[in-house]
């Protein structure tokens, strides 16, 4: 099996490269590429691989986009942090996916699903519409980011985003909290959290923090008609802007 890899974060990509050569040992990885220009240029120039693993969001667009500007004739099993609701239409398209962060046992199905259909009378899985499916996700129905990978003593571990209770930004760093205590250093930027997160459960309180809604223990005024937010958590006093403040309060009442 001649497998590529288009994933643009180190960690997915080499835990998922390590599970490919566990579960089929004489895999090769052609290639792990970042960017949608990188997979343009790599399709253009090789030829067809037997599986494609593709993140839905890459540093430079929605891997959709490779479609329109690439021949692919192959397989393709997306991984992606959206729920499983938003994906029902790559069920119906035969193209499986895999919710991040990949887990053995997923994995191992993907690839004896690929196994079946590539040698019954199905043939292979018929190719999905992405112009469809780019309009699903521009449309809201994408979920988000629901764990990240952290390096743990030289191990990595998922870290469930539901235990977080804020997000803090201190000397370039991003941590995350979690209610038992815990922290972890987080690999991104606060903007990027906020894109990933869901709305409706973390909100940005400031240029440093991003709380959850479950945290919150009570918000008290403070000076300017700014608002302090005192969270059920040791943590800094958090300050939401005078500008910010209004908008906050719709957030937790709504």
Known sequence: MKALIIEDEH??????????????????????????????EWFAANAAPDIVFMDIHLADGLSFSIFEE?????????????????????????????LKPVRREDLERALNKLDFLSNSAAGSPAAVDMADLARLLEQGMQSYKHSFFVTHKDTLIPVQVRDIAYFVLDNRIVTAWSYEGRHYNIDTTLEELARQLDPREFYRANRQYIIARGAIRNIATWFGSRAVVNLTVPSERIIVSRTNVADFKRWVTG
């Open 70 to 98: 690439a021949r692919v004739e192959c397989p393709i099993i997306f991984t992606t942090a959206y729920d499983q609701y938003a994906l029902k239409t790559f069920e119906v398209n035969s193209v499986d996916y895999l």
């Open 11 to 40: 960690l997915p990509a080499r835990r998922l490269e390590k599970l490919l050569r566990e579960l089929r040992p004489g895999a090769e990885v052609l290639a792990v590429l970042q960017t949608v220009d990188e997979s343009v």
